[in-house]
Every structure is written in structure tokens, then in C-alpha cells.
T-cell receptor
Framework: GNSVTQMEGPVTLSEEAFLTINCTYTATGYPSLFWYVQYPGEGLQLLLKATKADDKGSNKGFEATYRKETTSFHLEKGSVQVSDSAVYFCALSDAAGGFKTIFGAGTRLFVKA | EAGVVQSPRYKIIEKKQPVAFWCNPISGHNTLYWYRQNLGQGPELLIRYENEEAVDDSQLPKDRFSAERLKGVDSTLKIQPAELGDSAVYLC????????????FGPGTRLTVT
């Protein structure tokens, strides 16, 4: 079945540091890939998505590239801010899985001033 | 535009008691999801509705959980009787239609069963 594996947290960085959160997936079909973010006390919200191989999703300075050859969708940001402190979830959805969205376990990010 | 509304935000009950959660999705969204999120884990789908039809309830523990979406708008998720292991955050989400589309999440209901 489909699955998503992302790096364990917490990740603690200083402001303006470079961020990478690793995400790899297993899917029977050709999935769409997502990153959702959950800020403290709020619901999950979509950060970015990519629907086919080599697509790059980007939003708010975050980027992730759909790599079919390595089945990965790593999240990156060049310079993090304190306001980026949140939990980040990698997810996939594909037709072969009935469009059921599978989420990773989440990676908590702390950014220190 | 109003987001997904859930109530209550917090609920504490004793085991064997019933509990119900309510969700109002974004207006015009045909697809509604209920997820359970255990501490330190990602959301796991319990049931998905397309309008008023449950199209995926394979992960819903039907011996104690039930759900309904009357008129294809609001939805209620019920647990009866609750068990200690049901302590979790219950999330409701909606999207325009089923498929690889953005889901909009409510803030969740944190359930504690004592």
C-alpha cells in the first residue's frame, strides 16, 4: 500500500538557517505530493503541492521538487524565520489508492531567534 | 470566506460514555473527511463523504463509531461507547471534490477519555 516516511523531529534551527525536511514515499500509482503545515493551535493548511515528476512546488519561500527516481519530495527553505516554527506533514494522494490521502508522521520545527 | 468549523474544541469524558463531534465544511465543498490524529502522528482517515454518500469508511471502527452527513453539508461523528484508546484529536476537512485537491482543515476536537 501507499506510505510516506519523513524525518523525525524535532528540528531546531537558528533564524536565517537553511532548512531541509526529508520525505520519501511508496505508491502503486502516480501520486500527487503535498506538504501541509500546522501552526500551534491551528488546523493543517496546504503549504505546496506537485502533481507530476520534476514539478517544483513553492510557497512562502519553501520549495519541494517531485523526484520520481528517488521517490522523494524534500522540503527546503533557504532562510527560516521564527514564524516558521510549526509541524510539517508530507502527504500523497493517487487514483490507484482511491485518492485517499496518506500523511507522514510530521516533523516539528523550532526556530530560535 | 469562513473556514471549516468544528465543535467542541475540547472534550473530556469517562470511558464508556458517548461523545459527538460536529463539523461544518466550507460552503460549496462536496467532499468531507474525518481524520483521527494520535499524538506525534499524522492524520489517519476515518471516513470520506462525497455529498451525503460515504465513499470510503474502511478505517472507521463500525462497532463503536458512526457518522452522518445529512443533506450533504454538516457532518457529525459519534463514538459510543468511548474507550481509553480513543483519546486523540479528531479533524474534519473539506475539499471541492474528491481527488488530489487541497483539503481545508478545521482546528480539530481534542478528545480525552479518562
Amino acid at each position: 500500500g501507499n506510505s510516506v516516511t519523513q524525518m523525525e523531529g524535532p528540528v531546531t534551527l537558528s533564524e536565517e538557517a537553511f532548512l531541509t525536511i526529508n520525505c520519501t514515499y511508496t505508491a502503486t500509482g502516480y501520486p500527487s505530493l503535498f506538504w501541509y503545515v500546522q501552526y500551534p493551535g491551528e488546523g493543517l493548511q496546504l503549504l505546496l503541492k506537485a502533481t507530476k515528476a520534476d514539478d517544483k512546488g513553492s510557497n512562502k519561500g519553501f520549495e519541494a521538487t517531485y523526484r520520481k527516481e528517488t521517490t522523494s519530495f524534500h522540503l527546503e527553505k533557504g532562510s527560516v524565520q521564527v514564524s516558521d516554527s510549526a509541524v510539517y506533514f508530507c502527504a500523497l494522494s493517487d487514483a490507484a489508492g482511491g485518492f485517499k490521502t496518506i500523511f507522514g508522521a510530521g516533523t516539528r520545527l523550532f526556530v530560535k531567534a | 470566506e469562513a473556514g471549516v468549523v468544528q465543535s467542541p474544541r475540547y472534550k473530556i469524558i469517562e470511558k464508556k460514555q458517548p461523545v459527538a463531534f460536529w463539523c461544518n465544511p466550507i460552503s460549496g465543498h462536496n467532499t468531507l473527511y474525518w481524520y483521527r490524529q494520535n499524538l506525534g502522528q499524522g492524520p489517519e482517515l476515518l471516513i470520506r463523504y462525497e455529498n451525503e454518500e460515504a465513499v470510503d469508511d474502511s478505517q472507521l471502527p463500525k462497532d463503536r463509531f458512526s457518522a452522518e452527513r445529512l443533506k450533504g453539508v454538516d457532518s457529525t461523528l459519534k463514538i459510543q461507547p468511548a474507550e481509553l484508546g480513543d483519546s486523540a484529536v479528531y479533524l474534519c476537512a473539506s475539499s471541492l471534490r474528491q481527488g488530489p485537491y487541497e483539503q481545508y482543515f478545521g482546528p480539530g476536537t481534542r478528545l480525552t477519555v479518562t
